[in-house]
């Protein structure tokens, strides 16, 4: 991202999507309730994210791995995971009755999460032919379709209802210079694996936890009222 403008760099924090995909166990899927291949997705800020294959497997993902230092995107954001086995703790305790199927594929890329959650779009250096869309923060597979039309009336210089939607007037928000930006990320990070896993304990994390994890970027999380 050496060539990205400043304002365009600050607004993403880069991060990893981890990936692993069991072998073919139809039967296994078939006893877990896994029967068509419909896409499945939690609603956690450390998203889990899966679907059957045709052929048995299960693909399971994870979001909210690895941060990038200054948006830099190289091998570490390619090919196997290194967060494979904690991609395949989070799948067994969803399917516990896989437990004993494989997991000998893993795969990692990088996530461009903006400061709200929500992707923006833009023209590059305000009247350039260049125009831009960044931000989908994961959730790109929906918002495309929009991104797509807004994107189309920017590069064709249109007044309609797409280039003058909100989500077209370039960045919302920005992310804290380097190196505070990764460390920051890294804390946050950590506070709300934290608060994720006291819920999934039945419990509730400390309220200093709370707050860290509350600066993380929202996406698809549903907004909490913190308490006194």
């Known amino acids: 991202m050496g060539s990205t403008p400043p304002t365009l760099r600050r607004a993403i924090a880069v991060v990893s999507s981890d990936m692993v995909v069991t072998e073919a166990a139809p039967d296994a899927l078939e006893q877990a309730g896994l029967r068509t291949g419909v896409g499945i997705s939690d609603s956690r800020m450390l998203v889990n994210y899966w679907r059957a294959t045709l052929d048995g497997r299960i ?8 941060l990038a230092f200054r948006g830099q995107v190289g091998e570490r954001f390619d090919g196997p995971s290194t967060l494979a086995a904690d991609v395949i703790t989070s799948l067994r305790s969803f ?40 931000g989908y923060s994961g959730n790109g597979v929906g918002p495309s379709f929009l991104g797509g039309r807004i ?13 003058s939607l909100g989500l077209a007037g370039g960045p919302t928000g920005s992310f804290p210079p380097e190196p505070i930006r990764y460390v920051g990320g890294w804390l946050v990070r950590q506070a709300v694996a934290r608060k994720e896993a006291a819920e999934d304990d039945g419990g509730r994390a400390g309220w200093a936890t709370r707050r860290l994890a509350s600066l993380a970027p929202t996406g698809l999380v549903p907004v909490e009222q913190e308490e006194d």
Do not use: M, N, Q
């Open 59 to 66: 693909a399971f993902g994870k979001g909210g791995g690895r």
């Open 95 to 134: 399917y516990p009755t896989l437990s004993e199927v494989d997991v000998p594929l893993s795969w990692t890329g990088p996530i461009d999460r903006s400061r709200t959650g929500l992707p923006f779009f833009g023209r590059l250096g305000g009247d350039s032919e260049i125009v831009y869309g960044l």
């Open 151 to 163: 994107l189309a009336s920017l590069a064709l210089r249109r007044e309609d209802e797409w280039s």
